[in-house]
């Protein structure tokens, strides 16, 4: 599907060389590169899940106050419920 795009000049004249030292058109490029991205970020490196659960004492401490601390401070709105 045809769409229009703009890319700032200096990241277009990257993109063309790159694309000429790879031998494939700039569009292929430019569709690689949006592929890989979009899958990278489909979902958690391995293991991410788990760190998230190895935080150290002081660090949730500190979360939990900081939490507590905007919640409190809040004045255009209620504090909403965690």
Do not use: C, Q
Request: hydrophobic share 45%; aromatic share 2%.
């Amino acid at each position: 599907m045809p769409t229009s795009v703009h890319i700032p000049a200096h990241l277009l004249r990257a993109a063309d060389a790159r694309a000429k030292r790879l031998g494939i058109s700039r569009n292929k490029l430019i569709v690689e590169a949006l592929t890989r991205e979009l899958e990278a970020g489909a979902s958690w490196p391995e293991g991410f899940a788990e760190e998230l659960s190895n935080v150290p004492a002081g660090v949730a401490a500190a979360s939990r106050e900081l939490e507590r601390d905007v919640l409190t401070r809040r004045k255009s709105k209620a504090p909403v419920k965690l």
